[in-house]
């Protein structure tokens, strides 16, 4: 195994890309149709897109005055944002805690003709009613004398399903974020990471 001190700053970038590629595959989850999908990448978003940060900091050992002169101005504005911050705490409570925020509502909007439950096909044996709400979208099935939620992935090609967490930022690099979906937040601080690696790669000696 390489030591982490002996790595050239083309490996160091090139570890940082594979944890950018895990936290963008984590933001392709959160874009599903699926609670459960959304969970999962919500996690994988916060703890791979921390590791980006810290595979970064790694190029201090091959470039300290250098990387030092790049970083610094970058982590100061990571450190005051508070985008930036929700996910870090995320983080450690995933880490730590092996806890996610839970969800406060979630919307759903029609990209074309939708029919619910039509278009979902066939009901499961036992179905007794469709539901859409908060937790995502399902059928009340009646097992014995219980009833029991079986959920179904909507199909992404008609219909949007966005998530969001009551104690979301309001605010990213210096502008109001609004009322921004779980999504939404997701992909604006992986495009921060990709712009991060980006200019690590265009304003460092990485060979």
Request: aromatic share 8%; proline share 7%; net charge neutral.
């Amino acid at each position: 195994m390489t030591k982490a001190s002996s790595r050239t700053a083309s490996q160091i970038i090139a570890d940082a890309e594979s944890a950018l590629r895990m936290a963008q595959l984590g933001l392709e989850a959160v874009k599903r149709n699926s609670p459960g999908a959304k969970a999962v990448g919500l996690r994988n978003v916060a703890v791979f897109g921390r590791s980006v940060t810290w595979v970064l900091q790694n190029l201090r050992n091959t470039m300290p005055k250098q990387f030092d002169h790049w970083y610094a101005p970058h982590a100061d504005e990571m450190r005051s944002d508070p985008l930036i911050r929700f996910f870090v705490v995320l983080r450690n409570q995933i880490e730590k805690q092996g806890l996610t925020p839970p969800s406060s509502s979630t919307e759903f909007e029609a990209k074309k003709d939708l029919t619910l439950p039509n278009d979902l096909g066939p009901p499961p044996p036992g179905a007794e009613s469709f539901f859409l709400d908060v937790g995502g979208a399902g059928w009340n099935v009646s097992i014995g004398s219980e009833t029991q939620r079986f959920y179904v992935e909507l199909p992404e090609d008609k219909v949007i399903m966005r998530t969001y967490i009551s104690n979301a930022p309001t605010t990213h690099k210096g502008k109001p974020l609004g009322r921004r979906s779980m999504e939404e937040l997701c992909e604006l601080y992986v495009g921060d990471l990709q712009d991060l690696v980006a200019d690590a790669k265009s304003n460092l000696p990485v060979v």
